[in-house]
Nanobody
């Protein structure tokens, strides 16, 4: 069982940066692939980025490549999402998730545990 708690969301202006954090419980954090997803009102949850357990492999949605960086600190049981050049269309609730494999990381069902989400609002 893994419990995930996101933090770092907030209200920012277009062009600003934010770093989201996701703290995980448990002693086997480095065995999980970690992902970030987002969900805007009225839309489906969509993939943003993922990182393998060791941190050696990272994956990004085409829509955010170059503006997002996912990283992890296994000693701190924490995964991060650095978001630069934020746009109003980035407004959403951002969720972190943990899964057992880095196969097909963009799909929601591949993840077994989810956090409660953190709101990111970008004003124009």
């Amino acid at each position: 069982q893994v419990q995930l708690v996101e933090s770092g969301g907030g209200l920012v202006q277009a062009g600003d940066s934010l770093r989201l954090s996701c703290a995980a419980s448990g002693r086997t954090f480095n065995s999980y692939t970690m992902g970030w997803f987002r969900q805007a009102p009225g839309k489906e949850r969509e993939f943003v980025a993922a990182i393998s357990g060791s941190g050696s492999n990272t994956y990004y949605a085409n829509s955010v490549k170059g503006r997002r960086t996912i990283s992890r600190d296994n000693a701190k049981n924490t995964v991060y999402l650095q978001m630069n050049s934020l746009k109003p269309e980035d407004t959403a609730v951002y969720y972190c998730a943990a899964g057992y494999s880095d196969y097909d990381v963009a799909r929601v069902p591949r993840y077994n545990y989810w956090g409660q989400g953190t709101q990111v609002t970008v004003s124009s």
